[in-house]
T-cell receptor
Framework: AQKITQTQPGMFVQEKEAVTLDCTYDTSDQSYGLFWYKQPSSGEMIFLIYQGSYDEQNATEGRYSLNFQKARKSANLVISASQLGDSAMYFCAMRHTGGGNKLTFGTGTQLKVEL | EAGVAQSPRYKIIEKRQSVAFWCNPISGHATLYWYQQILGQGPKLLIQFQNNGVVDDSQLPKDRFSAERLKGVDSTLKIQPAKLEDSAVYLC?????????????????FGPGTRLLVL
């Protein structure tokens, strides 16, 4: 069974600094997809970045990059130049391959950006 | 491009009452999902539709939850009767497709959610 583990319940970072949010996963599938979502206090899940298991390069989207280490089964999110608006809950998720498009989510990391 | 729309945003009911949530996906998205997010947890898939057919409802408590997507566009999720443990945020998401390959076309985009409190 697929499983996502986020071991950091809460993180603090200074404004303009970079921060890494950890995510490890467990799957026996050869082909899978990994996603990061941001959830502000308003509740909406905002898609940030996607990494396919066969992608040779780490995904990047603006200030977000995904540090994908396949052998270690980790998919850490790196946010560069943190802004106050980055304060939110961050979820790592994995797409199942066994039919459909089901996502399994981790428990999330609450990020707080400080002045 | 308009995002996923959900209503209502908030709902408070007493246990054993019924409640319904509505979702309108992004235009052109064939696949629609309902997730339940209990406080302090990540979302859990309840049901997935491909057009108007059910792809996965393995985690839907069918004795009290039902969902439909009759015309393959918008969808309703109903709980009848509600229990205290149903208090959660109900998130609707949609994706362009849900094929067997991993690509950004399978990326799920979420609505703002409905916060349900059962007293």
């Amino acid at each position: 069974a697929q499983k996502i583990t986020q071991t950091q319940p809460g993180m603090f970072v200074q404004e303009k600094e970079a921060v890494t949010l950890d995510c490890t996963y467990d799957t026996s599938d050869q082909s899978y997809g990994l996603f990061w979502y941001k959830q502000p206090s308003s509740g909406e899940m905002i898609f940030l970045i996607y990494q396919g298991s066969y992608d040779e390069q780490n995904a990047t989207e603006g200030r977000y990059s995904l540090n994908f280490q396949k052998a270690r089964k980790s998919a850490n999110l790196v946010i560069s130049a943190s802004q106050l608006g980055d304060s939110a809950m961050y979820f790592c998720a994995m797409r199942h391959t066994g039919g459909g498009n089901k996502l399994t989510f981790g428990t999330g990391t609450q990020l707080k950006v400080e002045l | 491009e308009a995002g996923v729309a959900q209503s209502p945003r908030y709902k408070i009911i007493e246990k054993r009452q019924s409640v319904a949530f509505w979702c309108n996906p992004i235009s052109g998205h064939a696949t629609l999902y309902w997730y339940q997010q209990i406080l302090g947890q990540g979302p859990k898939l309840l049901i997935q539709f491909q057009n108007n057919g059910v792809v996965d409802d393995s985690q839907l408590p069918k004795d009290r939850f039902s969902a439909e997507r009759l015309k393959g566009v918008d969808s309703t999720l109903k709980i009848q009767p509600a229990k205290l443990e149903d208090s959660a945020v109900y998130l609707c998401a949609s994706s362009l497709k849900a094929g067997g390959t991993h690509s950004e076309a399978e990326t799920q985009y979420f609505g703002p959610g409905t916060r349900l409190l059962v007293l």
